[in-house]
């Protein structure tokens, strides 16, 4: 049987046509994909270490006020007592203050802003939220929220965008507190043009034009703070009170910790109870100037209730008295 030829040749062509043009298709498709597939891979790229970067250099948190007595809560801090009664004699002053203005006497001119000193993990953070919500109760502040920050919060990274970034975070701080941990961080010690002092600037700037409804406390090592001070005239003459915090003493340290572990429900064995008090001791007898104080406190117990919890892992069925015992294997880790 003949083929048709001259038909053959047609229909063969028309589906060769067919399927380069379908080939054709297929591989634009693809193309087209891959292109955007990369570039939406090159703007998740782009986007995440934007994201990153800005979580590391925006350190800004903010706490607002809660609810109960601030007194009771400055009262019920461990150990602290020279803050607790720098805390008091200036709320006294200030309602004493108010009182004589609300019947017309002469009053001091006032600075409500504070210079907390001292090292890591001594509750400066801690007091700040305190203060702020004792000059809310006081009348100073309207909201008592804290603002709580550092260098990389004020200090934008070009020319001319720090004054915008850092009157950013005082509008957010306004009828409250801005805490500036490490504000020392400001004035390097070895860059002479530094954004730094564009902060600074701008933040005088801000306390005098919104004096009545701003409160900032500063905050960081002694040494680093008096040179801070130091560096700039204004500095001094809006910062006139210091509170000092002191290191804790190794029988305060143990205090922290069994108070963590009674707010979490855990109790000690009298053999970790002893090992505690003779980790805390060696502790204080050795630290140097980044010891963590309560911070040292608190990253023991959490290293402690994760090796209970790995020795308690296998056991079926463990009892409360199991589950909330802290035993001197668990509290002994990493010691010498």
Known sequence: ????????????????????????????????GAYYEDEESSDDQQQKPTTEQAEKKDSVVVNEPLLGDPYKELDELIGLEDVKQEVRTLANFVKVQKQREAQGLKIPKMSYHLVFTGSPGTGKTTVARIVARIYKDLGVLKKGHTVETDRSGLVAAYVGQTAIKTNALVDSALNGVLFIDEAYALVPEQKANDYGQEAISTLLKRMEDDRDKLVVIIAGYPDEMK?????????????????????????????????YARKNQYKLS???????????????????????????????????????????????NATTEQLTLLTIDDVKWGTK
């Open 1 to 32: 049987m003949q083929i048709d030829k001259t038909f053959g040749g047609k229909f063969l062509q028309g589906c060769g046509c067919l399927s380069i043009g379908f080939v054709v298709s297929i591989i634009i498709i693809c193309i087209i």
């Open 227 to 259: 040179r801070f001070l130091d560096s700039n005239p204004g500095l001094r003459s809006r910062f006139n009170r210091y509170i000092d915090f002191p290191d804790y003493t190794t029988g305060e340290l143990y205090d922290i910790f069994c108070m």
């Open 270 to 316: 009298p053999e970790a109870s002893d090992h505690l008090k003779k980790l805390f001791t060696y502790a204080v007898a050795h630290k140097d100037r980044n010891f963590g104080n309560a911070r040292f406190a608190r990253n023991i117990f959490e290293k402690s209730i994760q090796r209970q919890a790995n020795r308690l892992a296998t056991v079926k």
